[in-house]
């Protein structure tokens, strides 16, 4: 009975509207997890926060290797000096997070913030330059900032326990503003290469819904609805179509079977450092978040080069 039901599923069809159609699907999405953020625990919301991020999350990052052969048009399986350089990236981070934590941390969210407004805003463009990338980070950098702002005790924690730095509340205001500021200015100056994709009242409209998320969720929650919805699976989306041209059932299987060692190494990792974090003394968190940002770093830089090419 199972598999006449399962047989039944058009998986390809479910992908159609999960990937091709799914500006809508993450709207409707993130609506469904601010409703569901109102009815459920907070211990709840940790809970989702890590199985959204361990899975997703990850996994979006988790093929950087195959996307580097396809920019540097590579046909070796193992391409050994991008993999030792790569590498290198990843090592470099942890090293400065343990000896310029804060300095380490500042660089994380400056790639962060290009990163996740580039995602977020290069299709609304037809080509990059320098003006773009200032555009990119500014967005990048108002989403952390509303991030930060909406659960501060939370941010201000995390950040003192990862850099012994108590960070004041004004800091977050004050990326608040020199976000707006920024945007306004390099928005202006883009506003001819804009293409038809790009609506004002539609990301205003967006930027609305996310405060109202990040005030009511906690941090990580908060951090993992925007992470996942509105960062991971479009990256998926678009990953999968520079490798493979389109998203079907077979391109998607080749994706997650290409991404499997990676994910699972950072998987273990993870667990690793939960199992580690009451022995050296500090919260989870903490180590998570740096975590992240050792693998981030060498991402967005793939991304970048994706994203140009």
Known sequence: MIKIFTKKINISFFLYVYFMKFAMFRLVFTVFLLWLTIKIPKSYELVLA?????????????????????????????????????????????????????????????????????????????????????????????????????????????????????????????????????????????????????KVLHELFLLVLFFVIFKLADLIWAFAIYFIIWHSVPSLKDQIESLYKQINKRTLYKYFKTSFINWLISVIGLFILYYLSDFIGVRFITLFFAFLAAITIPHVIVMYFLNKK
């Open 50 to 198: 890590y199985a959204s991020i361990l899975t997703i999350g990850i996994i979006h990052g988790a093929n950087d290797l195959s996307l580097i052969n396809y920019i540097t048009k590579s046909k070796a399986t193992l391409n050994v000096p991008y993999l030792v350089l790569y590498l290198g990236i990843i090592l470099i981070t942890v090293l400065a997070f343990i000896n310029l934590p804060f300095v380490a941390l500042v660089l994380f969210v400056i790639f962060s913030c290009y990163h996740f407004g580039e995602q977020h805003l290069h299709d609304n463009f037809n080509d990059i330059s320098p003006a773009h990338i200032l555009f990119f980070s500014s967005y990048g950098l108002f989403i952390f900032g509303l991030l930060f702002i909406t659960n501060p005790d939370s941010t201000i924690s995390i950040i003192e326990e990862l850099t012994s730095v108590k960070v004041p509340l004004q800091v977050f205001q004050y990326m608040l503003i020199t976000a707006v500021f920024l945007i306004l200015i390099s928005g202006w100056y883009l506003r001819t290469s804009f293409n038809h994709k790009f």
